[in-house]
């Protein structure tokens, strides 16, 4: 029982003496490390989003295209057949550059610049009505420049509408009689001219 006690009077002595050592006098050299309050760490704002600035695109697809025309004379110029249309198809390619200004929180304004490869062939063939003679006619390329307006429905969703001139290339239509064996216009004589419907 003494063994007992002794041991359990130790025990309390140091338990006891950690309890009450910050508060002994320090001795000569001695130090004590006391933690300091810190402010918490406020991370930066986001940048704010702006669409102001230079941009290049490219694309692939699908693209159509339409042609109104009829035959005329020459003198006097006289529209010798109804007005019928032609049209073309499948694949084109696209590039493109621009800048954009955004003005204030919800305005933009810019400038673009398109350039189109394509290959729009008249899925059967050109047909002129008042002689019969068909071909193939292929739209080549394309080209826009123009201006935008755009207003910022929210800061990452641009509604706008743009402004331009654009120009189409077409190749050269060879055509042939409907007839076998087929024959050239030129074989023919004169005939009628090909006018783009206004």
């Given at each position: 029982?003494?063994?007992?006690?002794?041991?359990?009077?130790?025990?309390?002595?140091?338990?006891?003496?950690s309890?009450?050592?910050?508060?002994?006098?320090?001795?000569?050299?001695?130090?004590?490390?006391?933690?300091?309050?810190?402010a918490?760490?406020?991370?930066?704002?986001?940048?704010?989003?702006?669409?102001?600035?230079?941009?290049?695109?490219?694309?692939?697809?699908?693209?159509?295209?339409?042609?109104?025309?009829?035959?005329?004379?020459?003198?006097?110029?006289?529209?010798?057949?109804?007005?019928?249309?032609?049209g073309?198809?499948?694949?084109?390619?696209?590039?493109?550059?621009?800048?954009?200004?955004?003005?204030?929180?919800?305005?933009?304004?810019?400038?673009?610049?398109?350039?189109?490869?394509?290959?729009?062939?008249?899925?059967?063939?050109?047909?002129?009505?008042?002689?019969?003679?068909?071909?193939?006619?292929?739209?080549?390329?394309?080209?826009?420049?123009?201006?935008?307006i755009?207003?910022?429905?929210?800061?990452?969703?641009?509604?706008?509408?743009?402004?331009?001139?654009?120009?189409?290339?077409?190749?050269?239509?060879?055509?042939?009689?409907?007839?076998?064996?087929?024959?050239?216009?030129?074989?023919?004589?004169?005939?009628?001219?090909?006018?783009?419907?206004?």
């Open positions: 029982m003494k063994g007992f006690l002794i041991a359990s009077s130790i025990g309390l002595a140091v338990a006891s003496g309890a009450f050592a910050a508060d002994l006098p320090l001795g000569p050299g001695a130090s004590v490390d006391i933690p300091m309050a810190t918490p760490v406020v991370a930066p704002p986001p940048p704010a989003y702006t669409w102001t600035g230079c941009y290049l695109d490219g694309g692939a697809g699908f693209g159509m295209w339409k042609q109104d025309h009829y035959g005329g004379a020459l003198a006097p110029a006289t529209q010798l057949t109804p007005t019928v249309s032609s073309g198809e499948p694949w084109l390619g696209t590039v493109g550059v621009g800048y954009d200004y955004q003005v204030g929180p919800r305005w933009l304004i810019g400038a673009f610049g398109d350039y189109n490869y394509m290959s729009l062939v008249y899925g059967g063939s050109f047909q002129e009505p008042y002689w019969g003679w068909g071909g193939n006619e292929t739209e080549q390329a394309a080209w826009a420049v123009g201006g935008r755009g207003y910022l429905v929210t800061p990452k969703l641009l509604t706008y509408v743009n402004a331009g001139y654009t120009q189409a290339r077409f190749g050269q239509i060879n055509l042939l009689s409907d007839t076998l064996p087929q024959v050239a216009p030129a074989a023919c004589g004169a005939g009628s001219l090909f006018h783009p419907n206004p």
